[in-house]
């Protein structure tokens, strides 16, 4: 049995050509042809306006789908025409003078010009439905001065498409295609618009969908795919990676020949995903580089590019097992210089404040203590007062406060008072609740429903409840502290509104959020932060460098705090990144699968040992111990079998009993590390450098120039 595509769609069809299609079509471009995806079943599609249907090159219906339709590939027999190709060339003149003057002689024939898997085009005589035929025509055309002609079968799946009915009504088509009767309005394919042609191509009972268009409309999708204009916004390092795409997909074009395209759409290849990505900032990136290529030695090289390198990219040998050409060298980052500036003194100089206790202090001030608590000392009545007014925006009203010191008993007492707990106590809290909850401890009567309250909802530790009946007087810092944690336990939790650092000017912060420019006024900010390992740190006159992160908190909390991250956790130009730095954890049955997918035989890993590294740092190689022996990995194996983003990498082993249990990795870089680093590439454009700068910083010894068909 072959395979049937089913259509699916409901308006009606009929045969007409495009004069635009055909300019189009006929354009003196570079074609690229792109696997999109994996092959489907079902293929679901959209268009807002007409589609060309298409059986190789020629139109042979247009439809008006009015939105989404489906393709399915169903079972069913299938025909098989032959033809007797008579003429080959990349010359379509030489083909057109050739039909002229036999196709008159021959009125009961079809004599087409199509494309080949070569990019060759052929001039086809047909067609004929036995072999038998097919042969008795090929003789004639020898004797008509064709001498290589030779038989040609084709097989044609039957397509079909379904009305409202569900009635099928044939559709012929041996090489099905579409394409918007204008080629640059889009086909939607699982919810991605894509330009140009989209072809459909059987595999094993499913459906491939291959995007073909010229060259420099599908880098329009490639750039922002590889390096978004959002969060990279620089002409120059998005040229750079226009140059870097285009003359990597050029050198690329037969990779993947066998299967009916040039290039895949994934991180294999190049990310394309069709218009869904482009913007105008990326666009004008590819229109200024139109057709510019990198050559070294008068041929086109292999422009890899990775994302971040950590700090320096990667001989390519040490990478790519049995490659090590010359303009793949290993080149630092380490070559930061950014503008900076240090913003006025906010001065958090208080008598009492302890720098112990930054944390609780900061949280006290985001949660609306109205200035810098003292929290030395031990509390009261007054204290307290002030800090539940401050926080009853979450807490709720306070209870009557005693006056003077005041003891845990007290304490515990007074905030057991809070209107919502005793609400809460009163309908959410049976008398069985508390015996159960409190079983294993001893809580005074008084005090029983509101601890019971408390477990429940994890707001109280056992460790406290020694002190809920003591006299001893309960510390500033411990009070604050519980009420805090009540606070973020009840309450909302801060949420930091994150943008880039631009610059300063007239005491406010030039930032960014994507593309968009905004301002912070700094005579509102009261208070500047950072956080380290999870708490809070106050800064008094605070350096920033451009593209430094900026927080601001969203409401419902005062916008009276800014929390900084100076100047990055790194210092080579590819800082910018997410993944400047990471860490990474895995047990071990998660490490195993992991390289099983990878290394063939492995089973039962008892350690992981690294055996070699670069000179740059990166690991080159790795040994895993296992009960089936030893396996190593080497090159960009070895992140795959890791299942890590780049091999510049640490690990720390956790054993037990003397075997492996877990693995932590720490590391820079995302990425196989060889070439143009992107984030680098955005890191130099904004110190000034312009994209042939940046290309043939990266690329040794390269040449720019324009592209030169073969």
């Known amino acids: 049995m072959r395979y049937l595509i089913l259509l699916f769609i409901c308006p009606a069809l009929w045969a007409q050509k495009s004069t635009a299609w055909e300019k189009w079509r006929g354009e003196d ?94 001039l086809r005589v047909g067609p004929v439905s036995s072999q038998k035929e097919a042969e008795q025509l090929r003789i004639q055309m020898v004797k008509e001065g064709f ?9 044609s799946s039957k397509f079909y498409w379904v009305d409202d009915n569900f009635d099928k009504h044939p559709l012929q088509a041996g090489d099905l295609a579409m394409v918007r009767t204008n080629p640059n309005d889009p086909i939607r394919y699982s919810n991605t618009p894509y330009r ?141 210089k950014f503008k900076s500036w240090t913003l006025p003194d906010r ?108 477990f429940r909802y994890d707001l109280l530790s056992g460790e406290h409840l020694s002190s809920l009946s003591s006299e001893e007087p309960v510390s500033k810092v411990q009070a604050f502290g519980h009420l805090l944690q009540l606070c973020q336990a009840l309450g909302p939790e801060p949420e930091w509104r994150r943008y880039l650092l631009e610059g300063v000017s007239n005491n406010k912060l030039q930032v960014r959020s994507g593309l968009t420019p905004h301002e912070i006024d700094l005579a ?15 800064l008094d006159e605070p350096v920033l460098e451009e593209r430094d992160r900026v927080y601001t908190l969203k409401k419902p909390f005062p ?27 895995k047990d071990l049955a998660t490490l195993e699968a992991r390289a099983k997918r990878y290394i063939t035989g492995i089973k039962g890993i008892r350690d992981v040992k690294i055996v070699k590294r670069t000179k740059t740092g990166r690991v080159e190689e790795i040994q895993f111990i296992t009960d089936a022996g030893n396996f190593k990995a080497r090159g960009l194996n070895i992140r795959w079998s890791l299942g890590i983003k780049d091999n510049m990498f640490n690990m720390l082993p956790s054993y037990q009993n003397g075997k492996l249990v877990h693995v932590t990795f720490v590391g820079r870089g995302w990425g196989h590390g060889v070439g143009m680093s992107q984030v680098g590439a955005y890191g130099l454009a904004r110190m000034g450098w312009t994209f042939d700068d940046i290309l043939t910083y990266y690329y040794t010894d390269v040449e720019l120039r324009p592209y030169q068909k073969p």
């Open 347 to 454: 001065g958090v100089k208080v008598k009492y404040f302890d720098k112990r206790h930054e944390h609780l202090t900061s949280l006290a001030l985001i949660y609306g203590y109205d200035s810098v608590p003292n929290l030395s000392g031990d509390l009261d009545g007054q204290t307290l007062e002030k800090a539940l007014d401050a926080f009853s925006w979450i807490l709720g009203k306070p209870p009557t406060i005693p006056p003077g010191d005041m003891s845990y008993r007290v304490f515990w007492r007074t905030v057991s008072g809070l209107s919502f707990f005793q609400d809460a106590i009163q309908y959410q809290l049976n008398q069985a609740d508390v015996d159960r909850l409190l079983q294993a401890y001893t809580v005074p009567a008084s005090l029983r429903n509101f601890v019971g309250l408390l």
């Open 147 to 155: 001498k290589d002609a030779f038989p040609v079968k084709i097989g």
């Open 559 to 585: 916008n009276k705090f800014l929390k900084l991250r100076q100047n990055g956790r790194v210092a080579s130009v590819d800082r910018f990144s997410v993944f400047d730095y990471w860490m990474e954890k």
């Open 196 to 336: 140009g042609i989209l072809r459909f191509k059987l595999t094993s009972g499913k459906i491939r969908v291959i995007n073909e268009l010229p060259l420099e409309t599908y880098l329009l999708g490639v750039v922002p795919s590889e390096l978004g204009p959002r969060v990279y916004p620089e002409l120059e390092a998005l040229k750079a990676q226009a140059v870097a795409a285009r003359t990597y997909v050029l050198k690329n074009m037969r990779r993947f020949s066998r299967k009916g395209y040039d290039i895949c759409d994934g991180p294999a290849c190049q990310a394309y995903e069709g218009m869904k990505n482009e913007m105008a900032l990326s666009d004008e990136a590819v229109r200024d580089t139109e057709g510019l290529v990198l050559y070294y030695d008068d041929k086109l090289i292999d422009a890899l590019y990775t994302s971040t390198s950590g700090g320096h990219t990667e001989d390519v040998e040490n990478v790519f097992n049995g490659r090590a050409e010359p303009y793949l060298r290993g080149k630092t980052e380490y070559l930061a």
């Open 29 to 122: 471009v570079t074609w690229i042809r792109v696997g999109l995806k994996k092959p489907e079943k079902v293929i679901s599609l959209a268009s807002a306006g007409s589609i060309l249907v298409l059986d190789g090159e020629k139109v042979i219906q247009t439809i008006k789908p009015g939105g989404q339709f489906r393709l399915i590939a169903g079972k069913g027999s299938a025909s098989t025409r032959f033809w007797v190709q008579i003429k080959a060339a990349y010359n379509e003149k030489s083909l057109e003078k050739s039909r002229a003057r036999v196709e008159g002689l021959y009125p009961n024939f079809t004599f087409d010009i199509t494309n080949t898997a070569s990019r060759m085009k052929a």
């Open 524 to 538: 509102g900010v009261q208070y500047y932060f950072a956080e380290k390992g999870g708490d809070y740190i106050f």
